[in-house]
């Protein structure tokens, strides 16, 4: 098979880049939610040096690239990486051949609970749960996973964004009014916290569920809840038309409705997507645009049974830089 043999579009599909190097590829391998373990990486790592240039490039979404890969290769180098999707636990359709599609971007979390002291929940954990719901799909989506407020993992650039929350749970026979949570709040979070007759009182409708309160309690009278909570914020995007950071969606959501509405958002493409779209690409957020917000919000919130805590927005505005006005 010569070079000019080559199914671009069947390439790409399989999650090869199309290289600038006449001749070459690049393989692209899933990680959701950033975690891999080291005998998967070196697997990897020998893919490099047998097949490609002996470099390895780490995306922007916690994935990585195998350059220089000669396109005659492609089948032998799928037949390797077999191992590290078994060890990553990604969904095929059959086996040796790699990946089925390439379409839906890799899921990212920043470390969360696992390591952080900030995080509010395992975000590898509910990354990869989110990856065996999503994958494998041609559709241009980016998810993303971070474990509190601060958002390591920029999940406001994203068309999904998920922000760990915790409800502080607040014990007034540990305190001894010391007031550090009322200070850590003003000076790293959003100032929710008073002093009122001696005790700590919290602005339930400013809290933002960071938990910085207690993770700076020097007597644990703040604690987290049992319950993991989450702030949905939907359609943030970089690009040419109009680059926007996503907006709040959902706040105290639970774990269900996350996972469901990052399912109901492909539904939401395969019925409204441009049938004449190039390459049958468009990206979610301009048919939002083009569909309207309550029709989106009519098919997220398909079979999402919401929790008591939960509260949704009614309607969504989007800002941003204009480049095609």
């Not at 350059?67 to 060890?87: F, K, M, S, T, W």
């Not at 041609?138 to 407020?149: A, Q």
């Not at 922000?163 to 949570?181: A, H, K, L, S």
């Not at 008591?308 to 941003?320: D, F, I, R």
Request: glycine share 10%.
């Amino acid at each position: 098979m010569g070079e000019l043999d080559i199914n671009v579009g069947k390439l790409k599909k399989n999650a090869f880049r199309v290289s600038k190097v006449r001749g070459e590829t690049a393989a692209r391998i899933r990680i959701p939610g950033g975690v891999i373990d080291a005998k998967a990486m070196s697997r990897i790592v020998g893919i490099a040096e047998k097949y490609g240039n002996g470099s390895i490039d780490i995306t922007n979404r916690q994935g990585i690239e195998i350059p220089g890969i000669d396109l005659h290769d492609v089948d032998r180098v799928n037949a390797e990486v077999q191992a590290v999707i078994d060890a990553v636990g990604t969904n095929q359709t059959e086996r040796g051949k790699g990946y089925p599609s390439s379409g839906t971007r890799n899921v990212i979390a920043c470390p969360g609970a696992r390591l952080c002291p900030f995080g509010c929940y395992d975000t590898t954990e509910l990354a990869r749960k989110m990856e065996a719901q999503i994958f494998p799909n041609d559709r241009h989506v980016k998810i993303d996973f971070t474990g509190c407020s601060n958002d390591c993992a920029k999940v406001r650039m994203s068309d999904v964004g998920v922000i760990g929350m915790t409800e502080p749970q607040y014990n007034p026979d540990r305190c001894v009014t010391c007031e550090q949570c009322v200070n850590y709040c003003r000076r790293r979070s959003v100032g929710a916290l008073s002093v009122v007759n001696g005790k700590i009182v919290r602005d339930t409708k400013k809290c933002v569920g960071c938990g910085v309160c207690i993770t700076y309690c020097p007597t644990r009278a703040w604690t987290r809840s049992r319950e993991h909570y989450f702030r949905i914020v939907l359609l943030g995007r970089t690009g040419k038309k109009n680059p926007r950071l996503a907006q709040d969606f959902i706040k105290w959501a639970d774990e269900d409705t996350v996972l469901k509405i990052g399912k109901n958002v492909y539904a939401f493409i395969e019925e409204y997507i441009d049938p004449n779209a190039v390459e049958h690409k468009e990206h979610i957020g301009y048919i939002v645009d083009r569909v309207g917000f309550e029709e989106f919000k009519k098919w997220i919130l398909e079979g999402v049974e919401l929790g008591p805590k939960a509260e949704v927005s009614q309607t969504v505005y989007w800002g941003g830089k204009r480049y095609d006005e």
